[in-house]
Nanobody
Framework: QVHLVESGGGLVQAGGSLRLSCAASGSESSINVMGWYRQAPGKQRELVAV???????NYSDAVKGRFTISRDNAKDSVNLQMNSLNPEDTAVYYC????????????????WGQGTQVTVST
């Protein structure tokens, strides 16, 4: 079992910045992919950015050039630096961990954090 705890959401004006953090806890686990999805009211959950254990990164077109994802494998943590925020970035942001190997068993299904609200005002 892997538990994800997010922090860093909040309210910011358009053009501002926020930094999200996510830490995974779980004994003897190795996580392949960590990252962030978001869900705005009335919309489906969508990819924001993910990073593999080897450092391969994928950003959505909507955030490319504005957001930066980083990961600390030793701490099983992932951060998302969000710059030049605009009201379209308003959503609940969810941390994801996928491809977990724990005590020799591989779990392909994703684990999700509880979500953290990001609100960007005009």
């Amino acid at each position: 079992q892997v538990h994800l705890v997010e922090s860093g959401g909040g309210l910011v004006q358009a053009g501002g910045s926020l930094r999200l953090s996510c830490a995974a806890s779980g004994s003897e686990s190795s996580i392949n992919v960590m990252g962030w999805y978001r869900q705005a009211p009335g919309k489906q959950r969508e990819l924001v950015a993910v990073v593999s254990r080897t450092g391969s990164i994928n950003y959505s077109d909507a955030v490319k050039g504005r957001f930066t994802i980083s990961r600390d494998n030793a701490k099983d943590s992932v951060n998302l630096q969000m710059n030049s925020l605009n009201p379209e970035d308003t959503a609940v942001y969810y941390c994801i961990a996928q491809g977990v190997t724990q005590k020799g068993t591989f779990y392909p299904d994703p684990y999700w954090g509880q979500g953290t609200q990001v609100t960007v005002s005009t």
